[in-house]
């Protein structure tokens, strides 16, 4: 069974950093594409971030873009999302998605994070 | 960039009814068209890959279709637990574009 688990989120005042984790199983890890998807409150999905199975190739939106970094670790099946000069605008439910095909077609999503900017 | 709109943005029904989402795209894409089920404080899920294409474990009663901007998801007899968000993506050009949501309420 594929499960992908999220971890790292929490309260954060504007201006601070923070880094999530996604650590996947039950499938092979290593050759799949993965991306980070947030909502905020209330709201809906918006791509984040991308990243090719072999770690090459990161993808930002406009929106995070120099202020977060996306990698990821496939010895220990592991996904992250460095997260710097954060705003109250990226407050939000942040989930990994694991890629089936070559692009953002996501087949597996994670239950999510939430991360929460505020002074 | 490509914007995705959904309509409407919500849509009540009952049980049993057949209902149609739509979901429009600022310019022509092939068929890198998924479709999302979202429902309340969970994950979404996968649905419908590649317009019409059916994700393995969902149940028949969904189906998708379309070409170049304008594609739709179909609920034929709807059942309690199909009341959730639906999200259409987008994935043919960067970035990856997903519709606001269409709330499918009883």
């Known amino acids: 069974e594929v499960q992908l688990l999220e971890s790292g989120g929490g309260l954060i005042p504007p201006g601070g950093s923070l880094t999530l984790s996604c650590v996947g199983s039950?499938?092979?890890?290593?050759?799949?594409?993965m991306s980070w998807v947030r909502q905020a409150p209330g709201k809906g999905l918006e791509w984040v971030s991308s990243?090719?199975?072999?770690?090459?190739?990161?993808k930002y939106a406009d929106s995070v873009q120099g202020r977060f970094t996306i990698s990821r670790d496939n010895s220990k099946n592991t996904l992250f999302l460095e997260m710097n000069r954060l705003r109250v605008e990226d407050t939000a439910v942040y989930y990994c998605?694991?890629?089936?095909?070559?692009?953002?077609?996501?087949?597996?999503w994670g239950q999510g994070t939430l991360v929460a900017v505020s002074s | 960039d490509i914007q995705m709109t959904q309509s409407p943005s919500s849509l009540s029904a009952s049980v049993g009814d057949r209902v149609t989402l739509t979901c429009r795209a600022s310019q022509r894409i092939k068929r890198y068209l998924n479709w999302y089920q979202q429902r309340p404080g969970k994950a979404p899920k996968l649905l419908i890959y590649?317009?019409?294409n059916l994700q393995s474990g969902v149940p028949s009663r969904f189906s998708g279709s379309g070409s170049g901007t304008e594609f739709t998801l179909t609920i034929s007899g709807l059942q309690p637990e199909d009341f959730a968000t639906y999200y259409c993506?987008?994935?043919?050009?960067?970035?990856?574009?997903f519709g606001q949501g269409t709330k499918l309420e009883i």
């Open positions: 039950g499938y092979g890890f290593g050759i799949y594409g």
């Open positions: 993506q987008q994935s043919d050009s960067d970035p990856c574009s």
């Open positions: 590649g317009v019409s």
């Open positions: 998605a694991k890629h089936w095909s070559s692009g953002p077609d996501f087949d597996y």
């Open positions: 990243i090719r199975s072999s770690g090459d190739g990161p």
